[in-house]
């Protein structure tokens, strides 16, 4: 069988140690890996936690749900959110350097979908909602929990952005998240303790 690294033109593999990649990396590269559908089937099958990502825009409050939020660091307190390239939201996460993760509760799942739904405004997916300003980015009433983060660092990953946030101000209260599994909302069937913070 032919050399891959010879019939490509790619780097061939070596054993020198001080060479950062592993012999086949550039094969790995070439290859042209499943198809979209295949990955978001895999996506799916990811339980997460429900958020809303809030931030304040030129005009007013702006906010997303997304499902791909994840502590990063706890010294210094970091979160990870990703948000979908070209949404208004992480225009003004990046403007703003300033947002706000609500985890939701199990009883949230019309304020998720209305967060969610690309055709609803944001003046009609705050409609309704009570929220108050906590070093000036808007905070949903009623959430699990919350923090506000000052926008550590954005950088483009395919057709996200991963958001770094350095936790300012977090609260924590009690019940059950609510959460997203195969491509739809689901609770704990276990009870939960209650929190305080």
């Known amino acids: ?79 990870l959110a990703c948000l979908r390239d070209g949404s208004r939201t992480l225009a003004a996460v990046r403007a703003g350097r300033a947002f706000a993760v609500h985890l939701l509760r199990e009883e949230q799942r019309d304020l998720a979908g209305r967060f969610a739904s690309p055709t609803t405004s944001a003046a009609e997916r705050f409609a309704g909602t009570g929220i108050r300003q906590v070093l000036g980015v808007p905070v949903l009433a009623g959430a699990l929990a919350w923090s506000v983060c000052l926008t550590e660092d954005v950088r483009r990953y395919g057709d996200h952005h991963l958001v770094v946030g ?32």
């Open 1 to 79: 069988m032919a050399d891959r690294a010879a019939t490509t033109g790619s780097r061939p593999a070596t054993t020198d140690p001080t060479n950062a990649d592993p012999p086949h990396a550039d094969a790995l590269h070439e290859e042209p890996g499943p198809g979209a559908a295949r990955c978001l089937g895999l996506y799916a099958k990811l339980a997460a936690g429900v958020t809303v990502v809030t931030a304040r825009g030129e005009d007013g409050p702006l906010g997303m749900t997304v499902s791909a939020v994840t502590s990063l660091s706890a010294r210094p307190p970091l979160l």
């Open 166 to 197: 350095r936790v300012a101000a977090v609260h924590v209260g009690g019940g059950r998240p609510l959460l997203w599994h195969d491509r739809r909302f689901g609770a704990l069937t276990e009870p939960v303790p209650d929190a305080a913070g």
